[in-house]
């Protein structure tokens, strides 16, 4: 157990060096505000050429995404958010997350004990920073969320360490307008 805690805490330190490093105007960027009012239809989604990317997201938001990025941590838009509602990926709006699966990992990055759909999250080895990982992918855009760990809390024991600038948050009161209203029943059953 020792071990595995010195091992993320040398990766923590390597990952918050790297991000100062390369993360000055980036790292500062706010998300993009755009208005979505489609919802997501994996049938209808084609990626945005590199260029159209460039101009949709921030500096950051496509560092994460299309280049395996990862933002500094304590120090992004959700790794403290305790609203209600889902995450979706930035550049698909294909459902993620839910705020009921996250919580707090003491990383400073958004963390989940599950996706909300399943069939949006991919994952394969990564082999960055000198030790193998499990990074996790969104499906359809293939933009880069986040690692996958299984040091999680039960009952699932995994702990999807996502990135915040690779997701935007819709609140329970906008998922109808925006076309995710499918998902309100779970939050009506958690309420009750």
Same mark, same amino acid.
């Given at each position: 157990?020792?071990?595995?805690?010195?091992?993320?805490?040398?990766?923590?330190?390597?990952?918050?060096?790297?991000? +100062?490093?390369?993360?000055?105007?980036?790292?500062?960027?706010?998300?993009?505000? $755009? $208005?979505?009012? $489609?919802?997501?239809?994996?049938?209808?989604?084609?990626?945005? !050429?590199?260029?159209?990317?460039?101009?949709?997201? $921030?500096?950051?938001?496509?560092?994460?995404?299309?280049?395996?990025?990862?933002?500094?941590?304590?120090?992004?838009?959700?790794?403290?958010?305790?609203?209600?509602?889902?995450?979706?990926?930035?550049?698909?709006?294909?459902?993620?997350?839910?705020?009921?699966?996250?919580?707090?990992?003491?990383?400073?990055?958004?963390?989940?004990?599950?996706?909300?759909?399943?069939?949006?999250?991919?994952?394969? !080895?990564?082999?960055?920073?000198?030790?193998?990982? +499990?990074?996790?992918? !969104?499906?359809?855009?293939?933009?880069?969320?986040?690692?996958?760990?299984?040091?999680?809390?039960?009952?699932?024991?995994?702990?999807?360490?996502?990135?915040?600038?690779?997701?935007?948050?819709?609140?329970?009161?906008?998922?109808?307008?925006?076309?995710?209203?499918?998902?309100?029943?779970?939050?009506?059953?958690?309420?009750?």
């Amino acid at each position: 157990m020792n071990r595995r805690i010195e091992i993320t805490r040398g990766l923590l330190a390597t990952v918050m060096l790297l991000a +100062t490093l390369t993360g000055s105007a980036a790292a500062q960027a706010q998300p993009a505000t $755009t $208005t979505h009012t $489609t919802g997501w239809d994996a049938m209808t989604f084609k990626k945005p !050429s590199d260029a159209e990317l460039k101009q949709k997201l $921030t500096p950051e938001q496509y560092a994460v995404t299309q280049h395996e990025g990862t933002e500094r941590p304590f120090n992004n838009q959700y790794w403290d958010n305790h609203q209600a509602g889902i995450y979706v990926d930035v550049v698909s709006g294909e459902p993620l997350f839910s705020s009921l699966d996250k919580f707090d990992s003491g990383t400073g990055w958004p963390s989940f004990i599950r996706p909300l759909e399943p069939a949006n999250i991919t994952t394969k !080895s990564d082999h960055q920073l000198f030790m193998e990982r +499990t990074e996790v992918r !969104s499906a359809h855009a293939n933009s880069h969320l986040g690692h996958l760990f299984d040091d999680g809390p039960k009952p699932t024991g995994l702990r999807y360490c996502m990135n915040s600038a690779a997701m935007r948050f819709i609140p329970v009161d906008r998922l109808e307008a925006e076309g995710y209203g499918q998902y309100l029943p779970l939050f009506q059953k958690a309420k009750a």
